[in-house]
């Protein structure tokens, strides 16, 4: 197994695409790319901490590679917008691949010149690429968030439009059949 760390906006969403892709063993809400040790959601909300909202992700590279988890990394959020996904805004927000070793930076920047050469995006890809220091879990009411509660406003106005686009995408790729949301 393997782990990627993606901050693509709100860890919900993250936490509800990543979930569903074969490979995929385990997907957990946090923190990272802070210097916080052990921040709470308060904290990282204040934009004081530097973390940003993270799904790290545990994958069977046989099964999945770290290839096409950038492809659903930048086929779910606005690599584009500086601190903010949608109407959520803040550096904890942000785009950002929090890579573990050196074939996943290398991976990370192939993937960004690649779209920029294709101009994939109207805008330029602002996403950062740094090096994965530290995760720190979210609360507990965070985890599974989507799951739990999808039928709150928010994940029926964000979350779901978000997976049913990503479900049409990608579907050879999910761990089973799914309903499309729309």
Same mark, same amino acid.
């Given at each position: 197994?393997?782990?990627?760390?993606?901050?693509?906006? %709100?860890?919900? %969403?993250?936490?509800?695409?990543?979930?569903?892709?074969?490979?995929? #063993?385990?997907? &957990?809400?946090?923190?990272?790319?802070?210097? @916080? @040790?052990?921040?709470? /959601?308060?904290?990282? %909300?204040?934009? #004081?901490?530097?973390?940003?909202?993270?799904? +790290? @992700?545990?994958?069977?590279?046989?099964?999945?590679?770290?290839?096409? =988890?950038?492809? @659903?990394?930048?086929?779910?959020?606005?690599?584009?917008?500086?601190? +903010?996904?949608?109407?959520? *805004?803040?550096?904890?927000?942000?785009?950002?691949?929090?890579?573990?070793?050196?074939?996943? +930076?290398?991976? !990370?920047? &192939?993937? $960004?010149? *690649? =779209?920029?050469?294709?101009? !994939?995006?109207?805008?330029? $890809?602002?996403? &950062?690429? !740094?090096?994965?220091?530290?995760?720190?879990? !979210?609360?507990?009411?965070?985890?599974? /968030?989507?799951? +739990?509660?999808?039928?709150?406003? /928010? %994940?029926?106005?964000? $979350?779901?439009?978000?997976? #049913?686009?990503?479900?049409?995408?990608?579907?050879?790729? =999910?761990?089973? #059949?799914?309903?499309?949301?729309?």
């Amino acid at each position: 197994m393997e782990v990627a760390t993606f901050g693509s906006g %709100c860890f919900w %969403c993250s936490e509800a695409v990543f979930s569903e892709l074969k490979g995929v #063993a385990s997907v &957990e809400s946090g923190y990272s790319g802070g210097k @916080v @040790v052990n921040p709470t /959601y308060e904290q990282v %909300c204040s934009d #004081a901490t530097g973390h940003a909202e993270v799904a +790290r @992700v545990t994958f069977d590279p046989d099964s999945l590679s770290y290839r096409e =988890l950038l492809e @659903v990394f930048f086929s779910t959020h606005d690599p584009t917008t500086p601190d +903010r996904q949608g109407a959520d *805004e803040g550096s904890q927000y942000r785009s950002v691949i929090l890579y573990h070793d050196e074939g996943q +930076r290398k991976a !990370a920047q &192939e993937m $960004i010149a *690649e =779209l920029t050469r294709e101009k !994939a995006f109207r805008n330029p $890809i602002v996403t &950062e690429v !740094a090096p994965f220091e530290a995760f720190y879990p !979210a609360e507990d009411y965070h985890r599974d /968030y989507y799951r +739990r509660n999808s039928r709150q406003p /928010y %994940c029926q106005v964000v $979350i779901s439009p978000k997976l #049913a686009k990503f479900r049409a995408h990608f579907q050879t790729k =999910l761990k089973k #059949a799914t309903p499309n949301l729309n």
